[in-house]
């Protein structure tokens, strides 16, 4: 099998021949995932805040010719939608969802593991924009391959833009999702994942990837979102059952054991001013009032 491609499925596929072609390459690419009024409706709500964010500060992983706006449930209607999309959701539980047993008491009960929207994020990548380092998503959870027996996520890239080879569309190591954590990946071994507007790249968090260098005159946008396994998570809610002002009245490392805070793998970050960053400066900013209000 040659795996210096990916496979290409029409949005009318099987969630079953989706799930055979990840399985098989690491990942697959949607043609028309969403319609033309879905996609043009997102195109209009996305701008409206790429236009206002300025680019990244980080010039090796984010990158400062690149513009990044998460909380996108809360900013597009449409997002919803795509979040929701069929296929999308019904790979993400049948790749993620893998059941296993255990015991209660002398019950021997099967069970499945519940999965969450993990991020959200408009990606777009300006003129002059290099290489982003290749890396697997699930090494946020330091996810080990291949001992675990399952994925951590299931991971979309839907095209806003088209992408190109010279535009910067996303790299992908087809076949990477099998390699142990000893190989390190190349450049030389990617394929970009091109793709005309309103398709989408569906990959596992194993599978090593990156965005592209963009050469071309024009900025390249995407839309990722991604579901995660939901059990590693904290048992209470401690972000609804604890108020933000009594938060504040702790101790720093108090809030950072309630869980504001972001950890050193980049996991927890909260979007200020275009950026990602740190929980802990959110809980300084006086315009913040509590999760789910903004600031």
């Known amino acids: 099998m040659d795996t210096r491609t990916l496979s290409t499925l029409g949005s009318d596929a099987s969630v079953e021949q989706v799930v055979e072609i990840i399985r098989r390459d690491g990942g697959v690419i949607i043609s028309d995932l969403v319609s033309p009024a879905t996609l043009n409706a997102l195109r209009d709500e996305l701008d409206s805040y790429l236009n206002v964010t300025p680019c990244g500060v980080d010039p090796y992983f984010a990158g400062t010719q690149?513009?990044?706006?998460?909380?996108?449930?809360?900013?597009?209607?449409?997002?919803?939608?795509?979040a929701m999309n069929p296929l999308f959701l019904g790979v993400a539980r049948q790749i993620l969802q893998t059941p296993t047993h255990v015991w209660v008491g002398s019950d021997r009960i099967e069970m499945a593991p519940d999965i969450q929207?993990?991020?959200?994020?408009?990606?777009?990548?300006?003129?002059?924009?290099?290489?982003?380092?290749?890396?697997?998503?699930?090494?946020?959870?330091?996810?080990?391959?291949?001992?675990?027996?399952?994925?951590?996520r299931l991971q979309m890239m839907l095209a806003i833009s088209d992408f190109t080879e010279e535009n910067g569309a996303t790299r992908v190591i087809p076949g990477s999702h099998l390699w142990d954590d000893e190989r390190m990946p190349t450049q030389e071994e990617t394929v970009a994942a091109?793709?005309?507007?309103?398709?989408a790249l569906l990959w596992m968090g194993s599978v090593y990837h990156g965005g592209g260098a963009n050469t071309s005159a024009a900025p390249r946008t995407g839309l990722t979102m991604a579901y995660d396994l939901a059990f590693l998570r904290l048992e209470e809610n401690h972000f609804l059952s604890?108020?933000?002002?009594?938060?504040?009245?702790?101790?720093?490392?108090?809030?950072?054991?309630?869980?504001?805070?972001?950890?050193?793998?980049?996991?927890?970050?909260?979007?200020?001013?275009?950026?990602?960053?740190?929980?802990?400066?959110?809980?300084?900013?006086?315009?913040?009032?509590?999760p789910g209000k903004g600031f």
């Open 117 to 152: 929207l993990s991020i959200t994020q408009a990606i777009q990548i300006g003129p002059g924009q290099g290489l982003q380092p290749l890396h697997r998503d699930d090494a946020t959870s330091l996810w080990r391959h291949p001992q675990y027996g399952r994925e951590a």
């Open 194 to 199: 091109q793709m005309p507007a309103g398709s």
């Open 66 to 82: 690149t513009r990044r706006v998460a909380r996108i449930i809360g900013r597009s209607d449409t997002a919803v939608e795509v």
């Open 242 to 290: 604890i108020p933000v002002e009594r938060v504040r009245q702790l101790p720093a490392e108090m809030q950072r054991l309630l869980g504001w805070s972001a950890s050193s793998t980049l996991l927890g970050w909260v979007e200020i001013d275009g950026q990602m960053r740190d929980p802990q400066e959110l809980l300084n900013m006086p315009a913040f009032s509590e």
